[in-house]
């Protein structure tokens, strides 16, 4: 009896060591490693950024009033076409009491005088029918009194401009009459009937009464950042895309580069602005935008996914696949590299199309398990 447990003693002893032994040779065997591979392929490499602004007139001109009063009469409204010197609004003076009693009594004096001078060229000319006095002193009567004549008028009309801003004889020209000075389309009347409004001097920018812009010369006002803007040059093609029209773009071509940067939110920001083909679309003004402008093109290259290439050594290189079976073989290939759009690179020497090399790490297996 005691013969046979030392025989199965030694049976499992034996049988421990043995799967130790195959343990730790199978742990010890080195593990292979299988990658994913891409194929050199020939295509079409663009590099491209994007920069957010808003569409908006070229010229939002602003119409301010010539003359200081209340708005009368508003004749068009936001969202109107309007032409050049159509009337937009009406404006009614409301006279300064000084300068209205100055006008009054200029007036009064220049009708004095031209009742005067009126007199004394009656009497001059009945003088000079009889024949009592020269030629030259009845002319020089006559001037007198057609002079004060001719400044009653005067008066009379810096009176009228005085209380109503305007004279009968220029009522086409009157400056009560707010016009539009260009063709377009009215964005914005900010104000009602009844407001009281300030004309444009030296001293003040005057009341706006209506903002007017061609609406068929858009651009777009946008930034881009500081590491992109020394790959813009005027003149390059944009592709626009607008929130409200998601179904439409839009080309623009680069006019504006700013030579200033700005800081936004710690970056530093670049303005530009391209001139935008409205092609016939209703474009309103203030429409957010994203403007593609394609900074880099390569067309026909050979080319691999950039995670393909390896650039920690001196000269990027790639591994090309020499074998697949039983076990995947690469060989180093050093290459020489071009544009890369972010996900391809391109190859410019050193692979051709259809040449397979190594990616990631797809997985580790023992040479006894069965690979992915």
Known sequence: MKKYVKIALFVIVALIFVGTFAFLYN??????????????????????????????????????PQISGIISDIYKHAGEKVRKDEVIAKVRVIPELGTLNAAENRLRIAKINESQAQNEYGRMKKLFDDKLISREDFEKSQVTWKTATEETKTATDNLQIVREGITKNSASFSSTLIRSTIDGLILDVPVKKGNSVIMS??????????????????????????????????????????????????????EYISPKATKQNGANQFEIKAAVKVNNAQIRSGYSANATVTLEKALKVVSVPEGAVDFSTKTPCVYVMTDSVPSQKFRKQTVTTGMSDGINIEIKSGLKAGDRVRGDVISKDNNNNNNK
């Open 201 to 254: 001097n030296t001293f003040n920018d005057g009341t706006t009464i209506a903002t007017v812009a061609d609406m068929n010369d858009m651009i777009f006002d946008g930034n881009i950042d500081e590491t992109e803007v020394g790959l813009l040059h005027e003149g390059m093609p944009l592709k626009l895309t607008i929130g409200a029209l998601q179904n439409l773009t839009f080309d623009a071509s680069l």
């Open 27 to 64: 742990k010890s065997k080195p593990k292979e490693v299988k990658y994913e591979i891409y194929k050199a392929t020939v295509s079409d490499l663009e590099k491209s950024t994007v920069a957010t602004g808003t569409i908006v007139p070229r010229d939002e001109i602003l119409i301010k």
